[in-house]
């Protein structure tokens, strides 16, 4: 499944996080890692009143 945007709503790269990240290195791994539903949170990115482990519901589970 496709993931979050590379660039989160806060404008860090969630790759390197770093803001405004231009880094081509990060580009490229995140146009061809994998995502899935995160087991936690089911995909709501919150778990018992807390943001998940997750990047947005969603978990890197390699490429
Ligand atoms: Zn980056
Ligand atoms: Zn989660």
């Known amino acids: ?3 979050p945007p590379r660039v989160n709503c ?8 770093e803001r405004d990240c231009q880094t081509q290195a990060c580009v490229d791994y995140h146009a061809v890692c994998l995502w899935a539903v995160c087991d ?5 990115g919150w778990a018992n009143g807390w943001p998940c482990v997750c990047t947005s519901g969603v ?3 390699g490429r």
């Open 40 to 44: 936690v949170c089911d995909g709501a």
């Open 10 to 17: 806060a404008g860090r790269c969630v790759v390197c996080g």
């Open 59 to 61: 978990v890197e589970v």
């Open 1 to 3: 499944m496709a993931g």
